[in-house]
């Protein structure tokens, strides 16, 4: 079983939907959590930490259930923009510990 | 965005050659690291360092060694490079923060023929 889990994807979805994403994690010892974008080709760009009580940046929100291990990311109304590859990472002694990322393709 | 570069930012080579990736930070950040990140596995630790030459190993560490002689450059050594290491190279930098959240850089994309 791998450390950091998350479905591949691709999620089609229209614009203007909501989407959620989950990432499961092994270790319960884990102290931080994170969520990333990535757009083809490109670096990773964080888009936002994963806080105990929950989380919101917008149309983004973020949750965290340490009981059943695991993070997730809800975008409400989502744009075209929002089209990227979204990995979640899990921190443990200053290292992180990636998913291998879910694809988001928003549809006109 | 933070100050990270890498240089060259693409890169053939051939097999058994050495090749060494560069990574520059501005920002003053003690840990650096350097990742790999192949379809199907996501990003894979293959050295970090936590100071000007305090280094380990990651998770896929055979065959690629490691320098940092000053804070803002680590630099990525492939000794005697193969098609297996063929990739996309992203170097990263954090503060040792109880959040420990990371930066990246633009990536090398090297391959080896």
């Known amino acids: 079983r791998k450390e950091v889990e998350q479905d591949p994807g691709p999620f089609n979805v229209p614009e203007g939907a909501t989407v959620a994403f989950n990432c499961t994690y092994s270790?319960?010892?884990?102290?931080?959590f994170f969520w990333y974008r990535q757009d083809c080709r490109k670096e990773p760009k964080l888009l936002m930490s994963?806080?105990?009580?929950?989380n919101e940046d917008g149309r983004f929100t973020a949750q965290l259930n340490r009981a059943s291990q695991y993070i997730s990311l809800l975008i409400r109304d989502s744009k075209l923009s929002d089209s990227a590859t979204y990995l979640c990472a899990v921190a443990y002694n200053y290292q992180l510990i990636w998913g291998a990322g879910t694809k988001l393709i928003i549809k006109p | 965005d933070a100050g990270i570069t890498q240089s060259p930012r693409h890169k053939v080579t051939e097999t058994g050659t050495p090749v060494t990736l560069r990574c520059h930070q501005t920002?003053?950040?003690?840990?650096m690291y350097w990742y790999r990140q192949d379809p199907g596995h996501g990003l894979r630790l293959i050295h970090y360092?936590?100071?000007?030459?305090?280094?380990d190993k990651g998770e896929v560490s055979d065959g690629y060694s490691v320098s940092r002689s000053k804070t803002e450059d680590f630099l990525l050594t492939l000794e005697s490079a193969t098609s297996s290491q063929t990739s996309v190279y992203f170097c990263a930098i954090s503060e040792p923060t109880l959040s420990s959240e990371q930066y990246f850089g633009p990536g090398t994309r090297l391959t080896v023929t």
């Open positions: 360092s936590y100071g000007v030459k305090d280094t």
């Open positions: 994963v806080y105990s009580s929950g």
């Open positions: 920002e003053n950040h003690r840990y």
């Open positions: 270790n319960s010892a884990s102290q931080s």
